[in-house]
């Protein structure tokens, strides 16, 4: 028996030596990698806001000679002390985010020749441009770059994808790109898509909560699926969702109103309020209403939506999304109240009269729920 055990232990300090193991050790071998850590869960403090303001008179003509005493801004009801007041001069940065998926593919030959617009129009000479495209994936066809020729072969390297609208994620994605950005640039986003989220990861309402806190601006450009299946061909059309035939509404009409899908989302539409919406978005992360999600990315943001029908009309669109941000004053301040949680509503009243002001609602403040 002495022999036996003397054996093994002779055999086992042959052995090659091996680095010590834990019970600990080996355990957590075995585990997954713990996933990072999203950086959105994390509550922001919100130390300084700013709140780009458009100004114009009663003919809808700009205006550029408001003084800083002529206006109020207040944060909850609560009047605040204006740190910053100037026309907007900060080059811009842009991101350039458009819809790829198949229900807009036929769309996709009015957006390519759209490149050289972003940067004669919206950057200038001091501002830089990113491109995304996205569907079922996220793809980056360009990284931010101040060369027009870049960001013009950019935009038309935009090519049909899959079959999903990752709206939610990509926007996600281009708030977080912004937010890497050197400090003293606007943050901006124009997002060309179809008025859809399907396949995303990220809530609905987070890009626009974390857009509001950083100041970004999304504008928002609908494309219309009905557009796409009219340049479509027949075998290539998709087969329709509704679970109605087609002409059958779920509700009756308006008396003396023919009834059509876009005369039904706008009738739908309608019925929102804008600001309750935005509030809920930001506060459940979830919005009820498909039909206006772009509309209360834009708004929620203070920046515009628009749904051009044609190329030429895009253009136009492209043109005036320009004139907004090269005609904007910057307003900036530190909340008195930033330790309340929950929405805090803005706003900006001035003296002058016979002036329409156009600024973001707010912005929300507290734990994710």
Do not use: C
């Amino acid at each position: 028996m002495r022999r036996l055990i003397l054996s093994v232990l002779l055999l086992w300090l042959a052995l090659p030596l091996a680095p010590p193991r834990t019970f600990g050790a080996e355990l957590a071998s075995q585990q997954p990698p713990p996933t990072p850590p999203e950086d959105f869960r994390v509550r922001v403090r919100v130390e300084m806001v700013t709140a780009p303001l458009v100004v114009r008179d009663r003919s809808g003509e700009f205006v550029y000679d408001l003084r800083r005493e002529e206006v109020q801004l207040l944060d909850n009801g609560v009047p605040q002390q204006i740190q910053v007041f100037e026309l907007a001069s900060e080059p811009i940065s842009l991101v350039i985010l458009i819809d790829t998926s198949q229900r807009v593919a036929p769309l996709l030959e009015r957006v390519r020749p759209t490149g050289v617009l972003f940067s004669s129009y919206i950057l200038g000479q001091q501002g830089e441009a990113a491109v995304l495209s996205f569907d079922s994936e996220i793809k980056m066809l360009q990284e931010f770059t101040s060369d027009p020729d870049q960001v013009i072969r950019g935009v038309e390297a935009i090519k049909p994808g899959g079959n999903q609208t990752r709206l939610a994620d990509a926007l996600e994605r281009a708030v977080g790109l912004l937010s890497e950005r050197a400090e003293g640039r606007r943050g901006v986003i124009v997002a060309i898509t179809e008025a859809r989220n399907d396949g995303s990861v990220v809530e609905l309402g987070m890009p626009l909560r974390r857009a509001q806190v950083a100041g970004i601006s999304i504008y928002t450009v609908t494309l219309s699926a009905l557009d796409a299946d009219l340049l479509r061909r027949p075998e290539d059309r998709p087969v329709p969702q509704s679970p109605y035939p087609p002409g059958v509404f779920p509700t009756p009409g308006i008396p003396g109103q023919v009834q059509t899908p876009t005369t039904e989302a706008q009738r739908q539409y309608g019925r929102v309020d804008i600001l309750a919406a935005i509030m809920a978005l930001v506060t459940t992360l979830r919005d009820t209403k498909r039909e206006s999600i772009n509309e209360l990315y834009a708004q929620g943001t203070g920046a515009l939506h628009y749904a051009p029908r044609s190329r030429a009309s895009l253009e136009e669109v492209i043109n005036r999304i320009g004139q907004d941000l090269h005609n904007q004053y910057m307003i900036s301040y530190r909340p008195s109240n930033r330790g309340e949680e929950g929405f805090h509503r803005i706003e900006i009243r001035a003296s002058r009269q016979d002036v329409r002001l156009r600024h973001r609602p707010g912005y929300y403040v507290g734990p994710p729920l």
